[in-house]
């Protein structure tokens, strides 16, 4: 369970434009229009780095606080507010200084304070605490209100759900990471109505296809896709595939899982890949603590490195040095894939913009430091055997491991870490995190659902970090089952555009000709020319289109062989068979009229060709938007 009192830790980036604190649409025109603003004009003379007059513009909770001269806004009260009245031209104290901004300026930030309200918590709880007390049946039930909740406020209507056929080529390609083949199309739209979606979930998440797809993903999140010639190849033989698949094979709870894989110190044979984490950055401390920082806090500090973050308070240069600490007395140990670590040395120094040299001591995100004695003053630490559990040992354990304490404390001290795995799940499943960008969770980026993302933390965290129940909770939400529309994104009110990833075009693709789903050659080619997993922004690319044009291990695979989808429907009698067959192959649903006439054209073009022009059909088919993402 977590404590109660570590909660307020992670609602110290919810209570800036959290709705029932700010109000919801403060929030939404924060976000959306004058945090960018004050980003531009205000922020670098009002803000983390430099504070004139004591005033702080970065977000909402220090303009509320005011400056030296003292109040600066009045909630809902654009004209008695001095933030406002300074920007108009000629005033007094004319903020910004050397520039007036526009009309349309000045009017988001006037409606941005009309649309202020301050919502005192009763009975004197803690936000985290009313979160907390709110009951629901399900996971999925708390997804479902909440969301519809955030409908409400807004005045947004949601989109049509998903008919049965949609849905079952969404949860599949999800949890197996390809397209359902017709025979499981049609046993599931022959299973009973009120049981089929429950009852395919349930399949999904028990076979071995999941833990694949789930190593996938966080084989992605984790290490970044492989850009070096064989480093695949490397991941896949020095067993860190083997250990994500097993880990999400068995179910194993998520900060469990990622302790083993921050300690780097398996203790079973099968656990043997959790060092690749590690081992793969060849003992690159600062690329191991960028790497570690969105995992277990949600958020990047890259920026941190030289200076406290520009933009994001919460985030201190210490905060990422003392990352780096955590890790800077491993070293990799040549000829295995071990990760030795020494019980002395390791202790730095890093100097901030000022020219201050300041220790590198071990701090997490929450605020709490590891306890560790320095060396004093010029006195040289000696390494001796007493100082490790077994001396004779290959790979020596210090007694005190500076590392495995950081991943203890990481993992189950750390409510943080909850938060980041069922963001960047949301985002994976529902195309953006409720926070966005998902590996970007810090005061720069308030949430969309500030009481559903707490709520699913404080769930998930409860629930002993159980990774299945989560996403089985998830894919069985209305929200999740919703289909295309026009609301805006961040509202969740209608399916976003996914782009499938590298894998579930291979395999969809496999499956489309009737070929078994897996073929490293094809996945490999793919994942050359459509790296992305979760991209910001999907965007299409040159390379990605001339793989789909022109790609022989594209082309491959739409020849026609014995017994495969192309022979079979080339041998039908007549080309709108041929057209019929040819979309439910690769759709998994029937022609409109109209594409049924252009398609059946399309092959009476080349009636000496049946063949030929049935590959042609399928190749665009195959290459078409529709194909290249989720169903909507």
């Avoid at 599931?188 to 694949?212: H, I, Q, W």
């Avoid at 806090?297 to 955590?326: F, N």
């Avoid at 590891?370 to 790979?395: C, F, I, M, N, Q």
């Avoid at 793989?547 to 022979?567: H, M, Q, V, Y």
């Amino acid at each position: 369970m977590i404590r109660r009192t570590s909660l307020s830790v992670a609602c110290v980036f919810l209570l800036g434009c959290a709705p029932g604190v700010l109000g919801a649409d403060a929030a939404t025109l924060w976000s959306q229009k004058v945090q960018p603003l004050f980003d531009v004009q205000c922020v670098k003379c009002h803000g983390p780095i430099e504070q004139k007059g004591g005033l702080e513009l970065d977000t909402p909770q220090s303009i509320l606080r005011g400056g030296e001269d003292g109040v600066v806004l009045v909630p809902g009260k654009p004209e008695d507010s001095r933030l406002f009245k300074n920007l108009v031209a000629g005033v007094d104290s004319h903020m910004p200084p050397k520039k007036q901004l526009t009309d349309a300026e000045r009017e988001v930030i006037r409606e941005w304070i009309a649309a202020m309200k301050v919502v005192p918590l009763s009975g004197g709880e803690s936000a985290s605490q009313q979160i907390a007390s709110r009951k629901f049946g399900s996971l999925t039930e708390a997804v479902d209100v909440l969301v519809a909740e955030g409908w409400e406020r807004l005045g947004v209507k949601p989109a049509p759900a998903l008919e049965d056929p949609a849905w079952c080529r969404r949860v599949t390609l999800d949890l197996a990471g390809r397209i359902p083949t017709q025979t499981e199309l049609d046993e599931f739209l022959n299973a009973p109505a009120e049981t089929r979606r429950v009852g395919l979930v349930d399949k999904l998440l028990a076979s071995k296809e999941y833990a694949v797809r789930m190593r996938e993903l966080w084989d992605a999140f984790l290490m970044g896709r492989a850009k070096r010639p064989g480093q695949d190849d490397r991941r896949k033989q020095n067993g860190w595939w083997a250990f994500l698949e097993s880990e999400f094979q068995a179910n194993r709870p998520w900060n469990e899982t990622l302790r083993k894989v921050l300690a780097a110190r398996p203790q079973k044979p099968e656990e043997k890949g959790a060092t690749w984490f590690l081992y793969e950055r060849k003992n690159d401390h600062q690329a191991i603590a960028e790497a570690v920082a969105p995992v277990i806090y949600g958020t990047k500090m890259d920026c941190a490195q030289c200076h406290d973050h520009p933009l994001a308070r919460e985030i201190k240069q210490s905060h990422y040095w003392g990352l780096v600490t955590a890790f800077n007395r491993g070293k990799n140990v040549e000829g295995s894939t071990a990760v030795a670590e020494s019980a002395i040395g390791g202790y730095v120094n890093f100097t901030n913009l000022k020219k201050e040299s300041q220790p590198a001591v071990v701090t997490l995100l929450t605020g709490r430091s590891l306890s560790e004695t320095w060396p004093s003053g010029d006195k040289k630490e000696e390494d001796s055997d007493d100082k490790y559990v077994d001396p004779a040992s290959k790979v020596r354990v210090p007694k005190y491991s500076r590392r495995e304490a950081f991943a203890e404390a990481a993992t189950h001290e750390n409510p943080l870490l909850a938060r980041a795995f069922v963001n960047r799940m949301w985002g994976a499943f529902l195309g953006r995190g409720i926070i966005h960008p998902a590996d970007e969770m810090n005061a720069r980026n308030v949430p969309s659902h500030p009481e559903l993302l707490e709520w699913m933390a404080q769930d998930f965290a409860a629930s002993g970090h159980d990774i299945r129940r989560f996403v089985r909770g998830l894919v069985l939400s209305g929200v999740y089952a919703l289909g295309a529309g026009d609301a805006a994104p961040e509202s969740f009110a209608a399916a976003l555009e996914r782009p499938l990833t590298a894998e579930q075009l291979a395999r969809s693709w496999r499956v489309v000709v009737g070929m078994a789903p897996e073929d490293e050659g094809l996945r490999r080619a793919v994942v050359t020319a459509m790296p992305d997993v979760l991209p910001r922004e999907y965007n299409a690319t040159f390379q990605q289109a001339l793989f789909l044009s022109s790609a022989p291990a594209f082309s491959e695979i739409l020849k026609p062989k014995l017994g495969n989808t192309l022979e079979r429907l080339a041998e039908l009698s007549s080309a709108e068979a041929r057209s019929r067959g040819a979309f439910l192959a690769t759709y998994g649903r029937s022609p409109d009229s109209e594409e049924l006439a252009q398609a059946t054209a399309f092959l009476n073009a080349r009636p000496e060709q049946p063949s030929e022009a049935v590959r042609d059909l399928l190749w665009a088919l195959m290459s078409s938007a529709e194909f290249l993402t989720m169903p909507r």
